[in-house]
């Protein structure tokens, strides 16, 4: 510190600075070149084509649909889990019996805190093939439990029906434990006396949750919904550990089409590149417009 501030800063700023652009900076420019060109990933002639490789995104119907299962997930996995976790967060906080202690939470309050969070210590692998287990059409733990009351079980990733909807249950409850921690963390923070005085007006519940939980958590749920955004325009390794795209395409994702086109038996890393570009806009998008369309005034309380 005796030669000044300047120093310090730029020993300890610089080599991560360094090591950010060359790790991540570097990549995502490296992908905007190769998106623009014809390379196959393991040659070294990458002609450039210019924007033909978008050209042909346009009118790949394989794309196209993959950015549809893409935006049903954008519109439901959010949605789900804020109001599940919302929910089980406000029983949590404020289940409890009413009485002269005033507002308070469900008995063992702790215990289920610990359960609705326990899939955050699972690796998305394991989530994907333990799910994949419970989804097994002979001896799965939900087929066995549909076959002991008596109704027949469907195939449930086997069948264009119903896989893509087993998977987005798998993706809303593998993160609704999460936002439950994150929701009642941000719920402790506001003044019981809060809860006590709209409680004490006759309010439900129910009204509580939309009309002063929700004002109150705002910025909370508005972070939340940015990052299940970005979780469901991915979704990557559930899918491609549960169903790989299938059957019949009717799981695919926009994170899995670029791999297959990458990685597949035709390895167009150059047509991947311009299908990763889209998908970055994307998501810089969605995030943007979530965080802009979701701005409110801050309320304050003490």
């Known amino acids: 510190m005796k030669h000044g501030k300047w120093p310090l800063i730029v020993t300890f700023l610089v ?5 950010y652009v060359f790790f991540v900076v570097s990549p995502y420019l490296q992908a905007f070149q190769i998106s623009t060109t014809d390379w196959l990933g393991y040659s070294a002639d990458a002609n450039p084509v210019g924007l ?14 993959a950015l549809k299962n893409n935006a049903i997930l954008l519109g439901l996995v959010p949605v789900l889990t804020i109001v ?3 929910f089980f967060a406000t029983m949590l906080a404020m289940g409890g019996r009413k009485g002269s202690a005033g507002v308070t939470g469900v008995r ?5 805190r610990t359960v609705y969070f326990f899939p955050q210590v699972l690796s998305v692998v394991i989530i994907a093939l333990l799910w994949k287990e419970v989804y097994h059409p002979n001896q799965g733990l939900l087929t066995s439990a549909v076959h ?3 109704l027949p079980a469907p195939t449930w990733l086997g069948d264009p029906a119903t896989a893509f909807w087993c998977v987005l249950a798998v993706m809303v409850w593998s993160n609704v434990g999460f ?3 994150l929701f009642g963390a941000a719920m402790s923070a506001v003044p019981k006396e809060i809860y006590e005085a709209v409680l004490l007006d006759g309010a439900s519940r129910f009204t509580t949750l939309r009309r002063v939980t929700l004002p109150l ?5 508005q972070v939340a919904w940015v990052y299940l955004a970005i979780f469901a325009l991915d979704g990557f390794i559930l899918v491609q550990l549960m169903t790989n795209g299938g059957p019949n395409f009717s799981t695919d994702v926009i994170g899995v089409r670029m791999y297959d086109t990458a990685f597949g038996s035709e390895t167009k890393f150059g047509y991947a590149s311009a299908i990763g570009v889209v998908m970055f806009f994307l998501t810089l998008s969605v995030a943007v417009l979530s965080l802009r369309v979701g701005r409110r005034e801050r309320i304050e309380y003490s």
């Open 84 to 86: 599940l976790g919302l």
């Open 108 to 112: 063992g309050g702790a215990l289920y």
């Open 148 to 150: 002991a009351v008596g």
């Open 179 to 181: 936002y439950v921690v």
């Open 52 to 65: 033909a490789n978008f050209k042909t995104l346009w009118h790949d119907d394989y794309v196209w649909n």
């Open 217 to 221: 958590l705002w910025d909370t749920v």
């Open 15 to 19: 080599p991560p600075v360094l090591l």
